[in-house]
């Protein structure tokens, strides 16, 4: 038996055999080979040629948009393009290289030759080309990520490192649990799991290197633990450990129907955070009071090609009319960073400080005006707000809201029905926007802050990198400090103040942050239950003190010492940060 600690990312106990998969499986490897060989290599690459097809054709059938089904036949074609075959064909006889090698380079060059051309539409031709040299380079080594994609049986999934849309594309019925050698709790592919309710742990250190696929593997995600091939005992002890689990959500969920005040009365929003529009129904169910952040930009990976104005649209007025009367607040897309989306051409060596979000959006005006037209046309069906992520300063706010009036005005012309007093806001997640509070607030009706990335710049740390979590600091003074000063300024200039960072799902944190004066927290819906139980149980004059306490403290540690004392006297069950 191993056992690996890491971060409880995402709560519950699974139990199954693993599925191992490497991200360094998708890269191609050089192997020179000798004369004789060639052969050998040519029938590889047409062997994979004709699994590649019988893949892309498997996902064509099964595949729901018309746009989807027209990005899987460019693929199909690409595949059967005879310049591309030939091209490979002629690299492994003349370079003496293996298949997979060669599928790789030549691709390489072909789309670096497609990325100079000025025609746009070519340039975005070579994120296809890229995509099916994954697929050919997958069929070559005989496994990859796309095996993700179809799964017979139940499995637990221990990788070494996952994108969120690799997440998105897998088969979920089927993975009971996630182990990742590596992340931080507020990466995307944690926020995710989340949401997705798989029990994960990540940052196991190296887990996906020891266990072998078929190996039994309990995955605890609310303890942070991976058992691989457990003994006896340690089985019967998680088993003990999964009832108390269960028997404590049975408890939590008489919470669902209460409002969330504190003991004095004072009332504290409790929204949820989604990334899709299927996760509606749970959040109801669970007695949120609005959606606080609607990731839309998970809309923009569900599919190869981008979300037509009427496929949002429909998406949108769906999520607003079934949370009507209450708020749904969506946030324009917030792709780049690492939430990289196929053909947009977000490639870059720095992304988390690059082509993100707005910045993204008011240069590629195209999609961003068509989100705009979407979010307008549902704005009718009910509390539709819109929000806008990343904004740095008032002139980057001046160019999103200007944007909007204009879309506004055309939708007039156009005699499009929109809701006139449609609510906008900004979320505060850039420490520069946090300092110009007081500016921002006098041109938005709310703000939200984000401190997954306020966290992230703020300390100068990256959210998803496991090497430097340690620093990755909720209760640091600096972030506190601002966190204060942002709902002052909020409140000095009459408007609500929501925080939908992950410190909004994290019970330690939900009395400090209700002390902090924030009007609504927004969270993912595993926390909504637990959150809603303990601050029903303080007062508010008791958060207040909390919060002046440990905002007169010097350091994290002392902080995260303090509080996790505070909570611990109070309540049992309390296990993150
Ligand atoms: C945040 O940064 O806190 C936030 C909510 O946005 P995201 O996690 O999507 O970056
Ligand atoms: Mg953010």
Not at 373 to 381: D, I
């Amino acid at each position: 038996m191993r056992i690996f600690k890491g971060i409880a990312a995402s709560e519950g106990l699974a139990k199954g055999k693993a599925l191992v998969h490497h991200q360094a499986s998708m890269v191609a490897e050089k192997q020179h080979i000798l004369a004789d060989g060639i052969a050998g290599e040519l029938e590889k690459f047409r062997t994979a040629l004709s699994t590649a097809k019988r893949t892309l054709e498997e996902h064509n059938v099964r595949d729901i948009t018309k746009e989807s089904k027209e990005i899987l036949e460019t693929h199909l074609m690409m595949l059967q393009d005879p310049e591309y075959i030939q091209q490979i064909e002629a690299y492994i006889s003349t370079n003496l290289v293996c298949a997979q090698w060669a599928v790789d380079s030549v691709t390489t060059d072909m789309v670096a030759l497609l990325e100079k051309t000025e025609d746009a539409l070519l340039r975005e031709r070579a994120v296809d080309f890229r995509d099916v040299s994954l697929y050919l380079i997958d069929a070559i080594k005989g496994k990859g990520s796309h095996r993700m994609e179809n799964l017979d049986e139940d499995v637990i999934l221990v990788a070494d490192v996952l994108m969120p849309s690799e997440l998105f594309a897998m088969d979920k019925t089927h993975v009971l649990g996630i182990s990742l050698d590596g992340g931080g709790r507020a990466s995307h592919v944690a926020i995710l799991v989340r949401a997705f309710n798989i029990p994960t742990v990540l940052a196991t250190g190296g887990a996906s290197k020891t266990v072998k696929d078929g190996d039994e593997v309990i995955v605890d995600g609310t303890y942070g633990e991976v058992f691989v091939r457990p003994d006896l005992m340690v089985s019967q002890m998680l088993d003990e450990r999964f009832e108390l689990w269960q028997q404590y959500e049975v408890e939590l969920h008489q919470m669902a129907d209460l409002p969330s005040v504190t003991t004095d009365g004072h009332p504290v929003q409790l929204k949820a955070n989604i990334q899709t529009s299927s996760e509606v129904d749970g959040i109801k169910a669970l007695g949120a009071c609005g959606i606080g952040l609607f990731r839309s930009e998970f809309l923009f990976m569900e599919s190869l090609e981008h979300p037509s104005e009427q496929r949002q649209f429909e998406v949108y007025k769906q999520v607003v009319e079934s949370m009507a009367p209450n708020p749904v607040t969506i946030r324009t897309i917030d792709i780049g960073g690492d939430k990289v989306v196929s053909g947009l051409g977000i490639d870059e060596k720095n992304p988390i400080l690059g082509w993100r979000a707005v910045r993204f959006c008011l240069s590629r005006k195209d999609i961003f005006t068509i989100q705009l037209r979407a979010l307008l046309r549902a704005s009718v069906y009910g509390k539709l707000q819109i929000m806008f992520p990343m904004i740095s300063g008032v002139e980057e706010l001046n160019a999103v809201l200007h944007l909007l009036e204009h879309v506004k005005e055309e939708c007039r012309t156009e005699h499009i029905p929109f809701d006139p007093n449609v609510k906008v806001g900004t979320m505060i997640e850039v420490p520069s926007a946090a300092l110009c509070a007081d500016i921002l607030a006098k041109k938005v009706d709310f703000f939200s802050i984000g401190t997954n990335d306020l966290i992230q710049y703020t300390i100068a740390v990256d959210r998803g990198n496991e090497k430097i979590a340690y620093l990755y600091q909720p209760f640091h003074p600096g972030v506190l400090r601002s966190i204060k000063m942002i709902v002052e300024m909020a409140h000095q200039n009459n408007i609500p103040v929501s925080l939908c960072g992950e410190m909004a799902s994290d019970p330690l944190c939900s009395v400090l942050l209700a002390g902090l004066g924030m009007d609504e927290l927004s969270m993912g819906s595993q926390s909504l239950l637990q959150v809603r139980k303990i601050l029903r149980s303080v007062s508010f004059e008791e958060a207040k003190q909390l919060a002046d306490h440990v905002l007169g403290m010097d350091s994290y540690l002392t902080i995260t010492t303090y509080i996790r004392e505070w909570m611990h006297d109070r309540f049992d069950h309390i296990t993150t940060i």
